[in-house]
């Protein structure tokens, strides 16, 4: 009799261990849900952000190119991470991408913003009809740069 209660007390133990990892991954679940849902939120407001580091730097860029005699590309330089980039300009006097894609696209704002666009969280994207390019999070959050006129925009799904 004594093993039998040696062997119900040793199963009962894996039981309340088995009970007590399966909550464990219950709670650790609902938290990486959390998690992992917040990131798009997280990348909207990212993109809010960099909407006014963009503004500033297109004004910069116009400056410069202003202040040059209106070449056909300038050279932006950073002074926090020492990077330089050749960036090409509209007859307008806006930086336009290297080439009409949206590959281009993507290399314009990392040029501009020295910061690549968030892979996977922002999809970036070029109209032909428009010459614009788009930079859109998952979660609808949009902002639209014009390469003729320099307008950007900024459109929120609230």
Known sequence: MQPQREVE?????VFRTLTALILLLLILGGLGWRYFSGLESVAGNGLALQHSRLLNVLGMARSQWLSQGQPGEIMLQ???DGGRSV?????????????ASA????????????????????????SVEADICSFTTHDGDRLEYSLLSGKLLL????
């Open 9 to 13: 007390g040793e199963l009962m133990g």
């Open 78 to 80: 950073w002074a926090g």
């Open 87 to 99: 960036v090409k300009m509209s007859k307008g006097g806006w930086p336009v991408p290297d080439e």
């Open 103 to 126: 590959d281009g696209c993507a290399r314009l704002w990392q040029a501009l913003l020295s910061v690549k666009p968030e892979s996977g969280l922002v999809s970036t994207d070029y």
């Open 155 to 158: 459109a929120s799904q609230e």
